[in-house]
């Protein structure tokens, strides 16, 4: 979205740094689990919990997503209901 030369990813690493709940990431490093939950094993106790991605940290914030086109279709896939129903399900 925009023209070439027209600092993109620099205004939205701003909005994310301004914002009181901000959290900037790219699309083209992340994957779906990355910016939803995923499920985590604690190597000690062997006990299972969820780890918040991106989307679940900025909750009532803003979370930027630079190169959102670069992701991978699943991994787009997989954060439409979080952006259309403001819910993370989980599937384990």
């Known amino acids: ?5 027209v600092p ?7 909005i994310a740094r301004v914002a009181p709940r901000g959290v900037y ?11 939803t939950a995923a499920v985590m094993r604690d190597p000690v106790t062997g ?10 940290m900025a ?9 959102f086109d670069k992701m991978d279709e699943g991994d787009r896939t997989a954060i439409h209901e979080v952006m259309e129903q403001q819910t993370v ?4």
Do not use: F, N, R
């Open 1 to 5: 979205m925009g023209d070439p030369g």
């Open 59 to 67: 909750d009532m914030g803003v979370c930027c997503i630079d190169e």
């Open 25 to 35: 990431t790219t699309g083209k490093g992340s994957s779906g689990v990355g910016l």
């Open 47 to 56: 006990d299972m919990s969820l780890e918040g991605g991106a989307l679940v």
């Open 8 to 14: 993109k990813s620099q205004l939205i690493k701003y």
């Open 89 to 92: 399900s989980i599937a384990k």
